[in-house]
């Protein structure tokens, strides 16, 4: 019996250092399409959390969403790499395609999604152990055992995490959970790098921390757009504005299920948007 | 109109505080009540240790003569060696954690990562009944089933004619079943229920984020479980089976029902022998206060006292170590 | 800074279905440890269901009326009447002294105990005293009881036995009750001019009954079922027949004195199992076995019965 996948070469996507992408396509071309959602509705027992949400997400591109408290943004992200699984009595309705296969079918492998769609969370949670093993814990769960491949595969992905420099001298004897707020935060972003996913989730992950921190964080998610599709749950609009191409606003109907109001480029949104709801919300009338 | 005040009798902040609050009973009170346990442990240490040591310091024994082989109580000059005892609580008390303790952090985890609300429903109130199932029932049904069982089948044709395992099971002594393997059998089931609380807490205790963290990098439960779980749980459940371990080896009626009461060095899994517990319990009976014989039980409740106490010392040294990491 | 780090390769080219084998090693090993688990937790429910199942058999025919309130007999089955009496006459005295020692040690270390060397005396000489194997207790109210105050095998040093064995899980699971009541409430009975000791009373203390009752339950079914505490204390000789109408508790032949000996049912199971030769051995044995058993089902589903109803009525109100 073969005890894990052939993981292949330790590998990176390839990041080409390009010029600022001047106007985003929201209309992108079929091929261009990373992610598309059909009519996803999410609910917890009878309680419906999501309804019925459709929306695309371009290759190589940051979707931001925002919303108020309650409006199913996190909720939403989740079922893109299934997290909803693990929470008892949810279930989600609708089809989640990852180039164009769905992901909510029964004999697709979790585990095999998650590896292509890695997940950052609110609160940094490193693991228990050293800043090495913390990277490289993706990998060999995936069965790669080689030494130097593992050292080269830990190095890249701390630096493309921007956490190398601070780091590099106690690898293996400083914990994961002896670094501050904000270095915890990139050495779990370079945990999902090692594990050489397509897309990223990141669930508001610069929430828990300090503003320099959060800079650094966004700074780093322009970065890896070059190379990784990202969709982002924000509660700060200036992030919003800031880091993302496209921004989805969620917001809660009358029964507290959470919707989709509108979708587009983010400069749009935040200038003109065709919804009066957006335009409340963003002018900070309510939420 | 008189004010709603009035109905109170008239006081200042500063008063000086009664007798009565200065006296603060309730407080005294309650303080006894829990320092009762204090004195209640001093004095069964003082009269253990007391009454333990009287075969070297009344009797004349030497320690040498105490940890041998050699247990005659009868002879003319009587020999107290109490190492078959000892030896043989360690052994029984090793047999049943070794096959206790997977079985128990498997329960552990099965409860804590895989059982669905219902199935949790079930086990929790099952385990509960175990721990409440007094030891005098589990020796019973040892010596009925269990026991019988054992004589039964490993006696059999089939299981004799086996290599190996025929070789164990067809050494003498075990024609009637009453062995180190029915003690250690009874045992690992009487810990189950503490292991498997204990560990179970340990397991509740690792952050959820953790899971989580694991799960979306694709690993499977499993790797979850044994790269990330268990390796965070690793002092509680090194405090379960501790603590699993105690209540092993100071379990008296069970084991001195089903494990044959001979006392001689254990050298097989299937012949009888005996414990420290067994035999205090079967011959405190038969002495008389104050005789040599009478002593060297009294030396070998000192031996169990001190095990649990070490115990109680080393559970607090793991969780220390927990803590400060 | 991404340029010196990006150079190593690119994965893409043919992806991975989602339903690819990839990984079928460790998703192998995981269905099998799912399966592993939850056989554990099936073989516990199976041990269980076959103990209660073996009893009921076993008590099948032997269990009766008759064997519950006659005395033991030389030559037919008879019953176990005395030393079922003296069981719950034990359960009675030990719990008459240990609740309210318990519970008020707990309140002690719920509500007054400061993080200081005291406090850590107490919880050390707790946690010992939980460690410390029932026979040794048993042997510490031998020479205390029996041997040094002179009373011989009575149920009086039997309880006090008991009462030091079980004191550390009473004031446990009262301690853990008592904490379990928020914080709020304390500070709003503090807020309105309530003495501390006040507050314990009459707000603390009645929130916290389901917990305690459950407490007083759980640690009940234990003493039912002790022996080894009770063997050299409480006695192990076989019971007279009681003559219920001496209510002079003073007199050693009283079955209402605490100054004779006891043999509880727990014990007689032993004496039997050790000593016995009767034609009826087995069934009386077995018959006991039952009623024991039967007993900690009851304690048990009682705790939880009572506990929930409780705690509905105080939420509910």
């Known amino acids: 019996m073969p005890i894990t996948a052939v993981y292949p070469e ?174 915890q935060q990139r050495l779990c972003i370079a945990r999902v790098l090692a594990t050489d996913p397509e897309v990223i989730l990141m669930d508001e992950p610069a929430s828990a921390l300090d503003p320099v921190s959060t800079l650094r964080i966004e700074e780093l998610m322009r970065e890896l757009r070059e190379a990784y599709t990202i969709v982002i749950v924000t509660h700060n609009m200036q992030q919003a504005a800031r880091v993302s191409d496209v921004t989805a606003f969620f917001t809660m109907a009358d029964d507290r299920a959470g919707y989709l109001v509108e979708v587009g480029p983010t400069g749009q949104i935040f200038t003109r948007p065709s919804e009066q709801l957006t335009e409340d919300y963003i002018s900070g009338r309510f939420g | 109109m008189a004010s709603l005040t009035s109905a109170y009798p008239t006081s200042k902040l500063r008063a000086k505080p009664g007798l009565l609050e200065r006296l603060d009973l309730p407080r005294r009170v309650v303080f006894v009540a829990a320092a009762s346990m204090i004195i209640v442990v001093a004095m069964l240490m003082i009269f253990i240790v007391w009454q333990g040591t009287q075969l070297f310091v009344k009797d004349g024994y030497s320690l040498g003569a105490i940890f041998d082989a050699k247990w005659d109580p009868l002879a003319d000059t009587p020999e107290f060696g109490i190492l078959p005892f000892i030896l043989g609580t360690i052994v029984v008390t090793a047999g049943a954690l070794l096959i206790s303790t997977p079985l128990s952090v498997g329960v552990a985890l099965f409860l804590s990562e895989v059982a669905p609300k219902w199935a949790k429903s079930i086990v929790q109130p099952a385990l509960e009944i175990f721990v409440g199932i007094p030891s005098v029932v589990w020796g019973w049904l040892g010596i009925t089933v269990l026991v019988p069982f054992l004589a039964d089948t490993f006696n059999g044709p089939i299981v004799i004619s086996l290599p190996i395992v025929g070789t164990i099971f067809s050494m003498p002594g075990f024609l009637t079943g009453f062995s180190w393997l029915a003690g250690s059998l009874v045992l690992s089931i009487m810990v189950l229920p503490t292991i498997t609380s204990v560990s179970y807490d340990a397991f509740r205790a690792v952050p959820q984020e953790l899971r989580t963290g694991s799960l979306a990098l694709g690993t499977t439960r499993w790797q979850m479980i044994r790269h990330i779980l268990i390796p965070s749980a690793l002092s509680g459940v090194l405090t379960a089976v501790v603590l699993g371990m105690t209540r092993a080896a100071g379990e008296a009626l069970a084991v001195q029902m089903v494990i044959g009461n001979s006392p001689t060095l254990p050298e097989a899994i299937t012949q009888p022998m005996t414990t420290l517990t067994s035999q205090i319990t079967l011959d405190m009976g038969n002495t008389v206060f104050g005789e040599p014989w009478q002593d060297a039980l009294w030396t070998m409740s000192l031996v169990l006292l001190v095990i649990s106490i070490t115990s109680v010392v080393l559970v607090r040294v793991i969780n220390k170590r927990r803590m400060g990491s | 800074m991404t340029a010196n780090a990006g150079s190593i390769g690119r994965s893409s080219g043919a992806k991975p279905s989602l339903k690819g084998k990839a990984s079928r090693g460790s998703i192998l090993a995981d269905r099998a440890a799912t399966v592993v688990l939850w056989g554990t937790g099936a073989l516990v429910l199976l041990i269980l269901g076959s103990i209660i199942l073996h009893f009921a058999m076993a008590a099948w025919g032997v269990v009766s009326l008759s064997f519950i ?78 041997d040094d105050f002179h009373w011989g095998f009575t149920a009086l040093a039997g309880a006090l036995a008991l009462t030091f064995f079980n004191l550390p899980l009473m004031t446990r699971l009262s301690e853990q009750a008592l904490r379990a009541v928020p914080q709020d409430e304390r500070s709003a009975s503090l807020a309105l001019g309530a003495t501390k000791w006040q507050t314990i009373r009459h707000v603390v203390v009645p929130l916290a009954i389901p917990g305690l009752i459950t407490g007083v339950i759980l640690t009940a079914g234990r003493v039912f079922g002790e022996a080894a505490v009770l063997l050299f204390t409480a006695g192990i000789g076989t019971p007279p027949h009681y003559n219920f109408m001496n209510l002079d508790i003073t007199n050693p032949t009283s079955p209402w004195s605490p100054f004779r000996p006891a043999t509880t049912l727990s014990v007689y199971i032993y004496k039997l199992n050790s000593e016995g030769l009767g034609a009826f051995k087995n069934q009386i044995v077995d018959g006991s076995a039952a009623i024991l058993i039967s007993m900690v089902l009851i304690f048990n589903l009682g705790a939880r019965f009572v506990g929930r109803v409780l705690s509905r009525k105080l939420t509910a109100s």
């Open chain 3, 69 to 146: 309130l006659d005395n033991p007999s030389q030559t037919t089955l008879g019953g176990i009447m005395p030393v079922l009496w003296n069981s719950i006459y034990m359960l009675a005295l030990t719990m008459l002294i240990a609740v309210p020692v318990g519970l008020l040690g707990g309140i002690y270390m719920a509500e007054y105990a400061g993080d200081n060397i005291v406090t850590g005396a107490i919880r050390f000489a707790e946690e010992s005293i939980s460690s410390v194997p029932s026979i040794v207790v048993g042997l510490f109210g031998l020479i205390l009881f029996v």
């Open chain 1, 10 to 183: 330790p590998v990176l996507r390839r990041v080409e250092v390009t010029a600022p992408r001047a106007a985003v396509q929201v209309a992108a071309r079929p091929a261009d399409i990373k992610i598309a959602t059909e009519h996803v509705s999410i609910s917890y027992g009878d309680k419906v959390a999501v309804r019925d949400v459709s929306l695309t997400v371009q290759d190589r591109s940051i979707l931001a969403l925002i919303g108020p408290s309650g409006s199913g943004k996190s909720t939403f992200l989740r079922c893109f790499n299934r997290m909803n699984d693990l929470i008892p009595g949810a279930s989600v309705k609708g089809e989640v395609c990852l180039d164009g296969e769905n992901v909510m079918e029964a004999d697709v492998s979790v585990v095999e999604l998650r590896r292509r769609v890695g997940m950052v969370f609110q609160r940094p949670n490193p693991f228990p152990m050293s800043i090495y093993e913390n990277v490289a814990y993706g990998p060999r769960r995936r069965g790669l055992n080689d030494r130097r491949k593992l050292n080269d595969l830990v190095e890249t992905s701390l630096k493309r995490a921007a956490l190398w420099d601070e780091v590099k001298d106690d690898l293996r004897r400083k914990s994961g959970l002896a670094l501050s707020g904000g270095q």
